[in-house]
């Protein structure tokens, strides 16, 4: 099956400091890959959908200068939050669109922001 | 705007038992309707997908329906166990390949 990889699984971090989560497809190439951001008890929400060679596109609500993202190639996207606050601390999860209609997730990456 | 509702939030059944997992959606006009498997800190396993023309999907001891007229999608669970303990995410795809998740049902089984 198909497998995507996320890095770092957990980061802490001071506030104010930014940080990068890497999302690769092991086994498949991907022009489009999704970020989603998950509080606890709450739904995963997309954050932005990654095309490669591309711009992102963001959801409403979310601020393109924070969260910067950069599909380079055709099995990684990279997700960095900027000046990060505590109010960033969440579950960050991507997925790689491998079928017109099937999307593979990451396992995830918990950022505390201290 | 699409909108997923899953109830209900939470279940704790006996080892064995058989449930139901609902899921209503607000747009019937979807591609396809996934329902996915979280255990706690960790990412997403699929377990079913049905396509907007298709009525249900199974594998194994889980049944997937789809009613895209009503807005509902049910996870039938057939004689639980105690690996089955996790949340349950049901996610509504368009044609836009975004998906909208409902915030899940959280499944005990207890021994």
């Known amino acids: 099956g198909a497998v995507v990889s996320q890095h770092p699984s957990r980061v802490i971090c001071k506030s104010g400091t930014s940080v990068k989560i890497e999302c690769r497809s092991l086994d498949f190439q991907a022009t489009t890959m999704f970020w989603y951001r998950q509080f606890p008890k709450q739904s995963l929400m997309l954050m932005a959908t990654?095309?490669?060679?591309?711009?992102?596109?963001?959801e409403q609500g979310v601020e393109k200068d924070k969260f910067l993202i950069n599909h380079a190639s055709l099995t990684l996207s990279t997700l960095t939050v900027t000046s990060a606050h505590p109010e960033d601390s969440s579950f960050y999860i991507c997925s790689a669109l491998r079928a017109a209609d099937t999307q593979y997730f990451g396992p995830g990456t918990r950022l505390t922001v201290l | 705007k699409q909108e997923v509702t899953q109830i209900p939030a939470a279940l704790s059944v006996p080892e064995g038992e058989n449930l139901v997992l609902n899921c209503s959606f607000t747009d019937s006009a979807i591609y396809n309707l996934q329902w996915f498997r979280q255990d706690p800190g960790k990412g997403l396993t699929s377990l079913l997908l049905?396509?907007?023309?298709?009525r249900e999907q199974t594998s194994g001891r889980l049944n997937a329906s789809l009613d895209k007229s009503s807005g509902r999608s049910t996870l039938y669970i057939a004689a639980s166990q105690p690996g089955d303990s996790a949340t349950y995410l049901c996610a509504a795809q368009g044609g836009s390949e975004k998906l909208v998740f409902g915030k899940g049902t959280k499944l005990t089984v207890n021994p």
């Open positions: 990654s095309n490669e060679g591309s711009k992102a596109t963001y």
């Open positions: 049905i396509q907007s023309s298709q």
